[in-house]
């Protein structure tokens, strides 16, 4: 456990990190939708999906180490989470962005879209159970973006 907490530390400085009971907390889906990527001597990625109601599937979290970056291995996180996705009855895959330049390059390199149009922001929102919270998603003070890879049946 220490060395996730330090790899998510170092991934998002400044930012509010993830403590144990984040990583441990039991969601559906959770424990065959997230990886670990190990290099022989240190973790050096992770990633956290879940699959809520409604035939989705969410990214959480993904984090890759500072030095590790730009070598495939966010890339083999979410194809892994691809491959456990495809048996299920999942139609599509979605994350948050939560500002306006984070890792946005990253998601389109990996074939996910922005969903840019208020009815797919406001499904997503109410699929979620966020719908509170849509002025963060929606109108000029919109600070998160919305990410989807529709999955092939
Ligand atoms: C985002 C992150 C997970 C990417 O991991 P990575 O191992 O560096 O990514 P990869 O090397 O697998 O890159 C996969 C593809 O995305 C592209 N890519 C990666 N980061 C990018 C960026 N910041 N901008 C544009 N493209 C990017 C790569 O060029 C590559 O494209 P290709 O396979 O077509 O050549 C990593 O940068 C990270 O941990 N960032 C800090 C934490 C973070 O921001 N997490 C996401 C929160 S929304």
Known sequence: MGEILALDRAAFPGEPTWGPENFLAELPGKWALSFLAQEPSELVGFSISSTPPERTAHLHRIAVATDRRGSGIGRRLIEETLAALAPLPIDRYTLEVPDAQRASGFYDALGFRRIVRADEIEDYL????????????????????????????
């Open 126 to 153: 109410a699929r979620r159970g966020k719908t509170a919270k849509r002025d963060a998603y929606l109108g000029p003070r919109a600070d998160r973006r919305i990410y989807v890879r529709e999955l092939a049946r």
